[in-house]
């Protein structure tokens, strides 16, 4: 992982709304509502990030979050108090208890080969409870992956709050196709009041996989796969969807 999630955590929750991770929260609650057999309500938040998803879901929700990041610990454990926050490798951490729910939004990809991405699904499914759901995505996969893809510049990406100016740039870059590993590079560029223009670079290297081999890995383990769009709207997965969400329950 890169200086997002050390020297940078501060500007992606500058960035953030909240209002997509609301919608991505709701979304849970409906899969949760509609496959979830056991009768508990805890859940298991691999990759909690800024803690954004668990300030929404914690009504619900009975919340464990797991980040790799200490830094991003802090600010979600800020966010949300009462919460419980472990440090822990998504691959080979073990709370010796199991949940309702485990979701995982934003970090499968930082799984960079088919090895490592089916230890990190199988120790998400060893915490899964018997009639629980596990839930998540991976929003770049090399069916739907675009060389030079770019985010940011335009008005919704500029942020201005107590005295600093924010915005930034992302692209995608694949340097081999053959692989399962693409760079994602972010640049900044942030004002603060009476301080000259800076900008800072973070090289992210992420896992790109096919849709039908994650699907194999999930039916190898046990689990029934269904697909839904990755615009969080409810609605099953197609091509013309921007990424599939995957909702995994045991056969």
């Known amino acids: 992982m890169g200086k997002l999630y050390k020297d940078l955590a501060w500007c992606y929750d500058f960035i953030t709304t909240g209002k997509g991770h609301k919608e991505e929260a709701d979304f849970v609650?409906?899969?949760?509502?509609?496959?979830?057999?056991?009768k508990g309500n805890t859940l298991l938040d691999i990759g909690c990030g800024h803690g954004w998803h668990d300030k929404f879901l914690k009504k619900k929700f009975r919340i464990t979050g797991i980040d790799f990041s200490k830094t991003i610990l802090k600010i979600a454990k800020k966010r949300n108090p009462k919460i419980t926050y472990k440090k822990g490798d998504m691959r080979k951490f073990n709370l010796r208890k199991k949940f309702d729910i485990v979701m995982s939004f934003d970090a499968m990809m930082?799984?960079?080969?088919y090895r490592d991405l089916k230890t990190t699904i199988k120790n998400l499914a060893k915490h899964l409870a018997e009639g629980g759901v596990l839930i998540f995505h991976l929003?770049?996969?090399?069916e739907n992956f675009k060389q030079f893809g770019t985010v940011g510049i335009p008005e919704k990406h500029k942020f201005f709050k107590n005295n600093t100016f924010l915005t930034y740039f992302q692209v995608d870059y694949d340097k081999n196709s053959n692989d399962t590993i693409f760079d994602s590079c972010l640049i900044f560029l942030i004002a603060k009041k009476g301080k000259d223009l800076e900008f800072k670079i973070d090289l992210e290297r992420m896992g790109l996989f096919e849709l039908s081999r994650i699907k194999k890995i999930i039916s190898d383990l046990g689990f029934k796969t269904y697909l839904y769009s990755g615009d969080f709207s409810s609605k099953k997965y197609s091509k013309k969807c921007p990424f599939p969400v995957f909702v995994c329950v045991r056969n």
């Open 110 to 113: 930082y799984n960079l080969n």
């Open 139 to 142: 929003d770049k996969l090399k």
């Open 29 to 38: 609650i409906k899969i949760v509502k509609k496959y979830k057999k056991s």
